[in-house]
């Protein structure tokens, strides 16, 4: 079957074309736009497989021809390459071991008043804009800064330096086009400089952040500084525009479900965590994971025989809507994860992964939208969507999805 991830239809709704191909089997050879074919794997039980399978590979195949890194902006690029999710054990398993001294589920939770705080100031510059009678954008107010402001607390990046960093990694996640020539070589030069500089200062003087716990060289195996830049790159891309596109896909959901939301409010210490696990196995903000090389014949069952050598994309929001372990699958219901009994309750969705590679930054991820969201509709109990859902426009391409704008305004 053909694939164009860039058609506008597909991107913001790519679930029939998904349901399509599960029918198929294990894994279906699709062919892209550009000519090339790759495996799609729709399906829970075959995408859990392939995601905790040592025969698929996270390494990047060499590519014949790669220009050599030889600008100040492809070497800074070029640094992005050494972390984790590009990587298989035991390199990988090394590199993960020392983020879980950061991670830990202490620590993340004791950033939840710094969460607070930093939504509850975004809302109140929503709220005076919505009050003046403004439409605002309520991504680029409040889905995309939240979780570039919360990184910047856990690699303890200066409160002055943080718009510089929201505006380096704003460029250097959009599409050169898109901004004025040399715009997003000169962010990855800048945010290359100042994370350096960042790694000599926390190696001076540590701070409480999570970065300062990772930088402490006294562990065993500690990471160098070409170790160090990746992984804080890696935290810095791999956690914005996940959460950025699990708040906007939450709020677009509840201000389409008004009952969903009454239901939240009405019942605040177990619902909102229901509402971010059924947004995140509804609208996957991952829709795939990362790509997988064969690195020998895999039968993957069902009749599905991956040669040696191709690329096999698991495409987590599908397996996510996979009917044979979700019931009613393309229904937002949040109720399924309040289940009493573990019989009823659905199997664990896969957007954060599965196996060696399953999201480090899970629980942050959590703790952002379960803090922000109730914050967001509490101060905001009047605010309306100011566009026509099934008109918003989604980012093209098979690797995160939400959407791009969510015009809001408040009802007066
Ligand atoms: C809703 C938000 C998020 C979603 C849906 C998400 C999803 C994922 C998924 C699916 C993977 C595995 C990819 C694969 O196997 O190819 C992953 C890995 C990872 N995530 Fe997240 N993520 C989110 C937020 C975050 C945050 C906030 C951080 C850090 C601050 C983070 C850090 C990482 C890291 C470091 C990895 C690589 C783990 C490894 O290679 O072992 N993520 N994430």
């Known amino acids: 079957m053909r694939l164009d991830p860039a058609d506008p239809a597909f991107s913001h709704d790519p679930y029939p074309y998904y349901a399509r191909l599960r029918e198929q089997g294990s894994a279906a050879r699709v062919e892209l736009a550009n000519g090339t074919h790759a495996w799609l794997v729709t399906g829970y039980e075959p995408g859990r497989a392939v995601l905790a399978d040592p025969r698929f590979s996270n ?5 014949a021809g790669r220009p050599k890194p030889n600008s100040p902006a492809r070497r800074a690029r070029a640094c992005l390459a050494r ?3 590009n990587t298989d054990a035991p390199d990988h398993t090394r590199l993960r071991r020392l983020t879980t001294a950061a991670f830990a589920p202490r620590r993340v939770d004791a950033l939840r008043p710094r969460i607070d705080r930093l939504a509850t100031g975004l809302i109140a510059g929503l709220a005076d804009r919505l009050s003046a009678g403004e439409t605002v954008d309520l991504v680029d107010a409040f889905a995309f800064p939240l979780p570039i402001l919360v990184i910047s607390e856990v690699l303890g990046v200066p409160e002055a330096d943080r718009a510089d960093l929201r505006e380096w990694t704003y460029r250097v996640g959009s599409p050169a086009d898109a901004l004025p020539k040399g715009a997003v070589d000169e ?3 800048r945010l290359h400089a100042y994370v350096s500089l960042l790694i000599v200062e926390k190696r ?3 701070g409480e952040d999570l970065f300062s716990v990772l930088i402490d060289d006294s562990a065993e195996d500690a990471l160098d500084d070409g170790e160090l830049l990746a992984m804080a790159f890696l935290l810095l891309f791999a956690g914005y525009e996940t959460t950025m596109n699990l708040l906007a896909s939450a709020s677009l959901l509840l201000l389409t479900h008004p009952g969903e939301l009454t239901a939240a409010q009405r019942h605040p210490d177990t619902h909102w965590a ?3 696990e059924e947004t995140l196995r509804y609208d996957s903000p991952l829709e795939g994971a990362t790509w997988r090389r064969a690195t020998r014949t895999v039968h993957l069952g069902g009749g599905a025989v991956i040669p040696a ?8 929001a599908a397996a996510n809507r996979d009917p044979q372990h979700f019931p009613q699958p393309d229904e937002f219901r949040p109720s399924r994860y309040l289940a009493a009994t573990d019989a009823q309750r659905p199997a664990p969705h896969v957007a954060f992964g599965h196996g060696p590679h399953f999201c480090v930054g899970s629980r942050l991820a959590r703790l952002e939208a379960t803090t922000a969201l109730p914050l967001l509709f509490d101060a905001l109990p009047d605010l309306r969507l100011a566009a026509d859902p099934t008109q918003l426009p989604y980012r093209p391409g098979l690797l995160v ?3 791009r704008t969510l015009p809001v305004s408040i009802s007066r």
């Open 83 to 85: 972390h984790m999710l």
């Open 187 to 189: 962010a990855w030069v």
């Open 59 to 63: 390494v990047p195949p060499q590519r």
């Open 401 to 403: 999805r939400g959407p």
């Open 204 to 206: 001076r003087t540590p």
């Open 309 to 316: 050598g191709d690329s096999v994309l698991v495409v987590l």
């Open 274 to 276: 229901a509402v971010v």
